[in-house]
């Protein structure tokens, strides 16, 4: 499972939770309502038996633990939506951060280290993997070049052209495929 998945995993679970935690929430307050309603209409009744009773001078009002349960949950889902709601931005910044990364990261690879300009085809040096184009690997390869100009790497040559012993391998079109897929998901 790739990083993007499991990510996009978590964040789908944190919103289950959270939608869960509101019809809780939601549920108990109905259930709240309910129950005040009821004791509202009991509440008249006992006015009459009241009156038969001597007053007191405390007046204790019924409580009931279902509203102090609803405050709880109330505060509980506040949390947890807020939670929820950071957990997702930094989740999100960290996806748009290592895809840019490795943006940047496939950039730099298909930038020849001689010339510095981007090339379609690049080629790479084996041992150090630096790449280069086309142009400056046949101009360092007519010139005997002994080292890498980018890392003083040791380049071998094995063959009259040198060439083939040289090059490692081209970049492969799969990797600009999966970056152009990732992007597409994410934006």
């Given at each position: ?52 009773k ?14 102090a ?25 960290l996806?748009g ?14 930038a ?21 184009c ?12 002994k080292?890498?100009p ?18 490692c ?19």
């Amino acid at each position: 499972m790739s990083l993007l998945e499991t990510i996009d995993r978590a964040i789908r679970e944190l919103q289950q939770e959270v939608n869960d935690s509101l019809d809780r929430d939601h549920a108990i307050t109905a259930r709240l309502s309910s129950t005040e309603s009821s004791s509202k209409s009991t509440g008249s009744r006992s006015k009459k038996s009241r009156s038969k009773k001597p007053r007191s001078k405390f007046c204790l009002q019924p409580y009931p633990a279902e509203v102090a349960t609803v405050a709880m949950v109330k505060d509980a889902t506040n949390k947890l939506v807020g939670g929820a709601e950071r957990q997702r931005l930094i989740l999100e910044s960290l996806v748009g951060s290592t895809l840019e990364q490795l943006r940047s990261d496939v950039n730099r690879a298909s930038a020849c280290g001689d010339c510095q300009k981007p090339t379609l085809k690049p080629l790479f040096f084996k041992g150090c993997l630096h790449s280069f184009c086309e142009d400056c690997v046949q101009k360092l390869q007519e010139a005997r070049a002994k080292v890498c100009p980018v890392c003083r790497h040791p380049l071998e040559y094995r063959d009259q052209s040198g060439y083939r012993s040289m090059v490692c391998a081209q970049r492969f079109p799969a990797a600009e495929e999966a970056l152009f897929n990732i992007s597409a998901v994410l934006n």
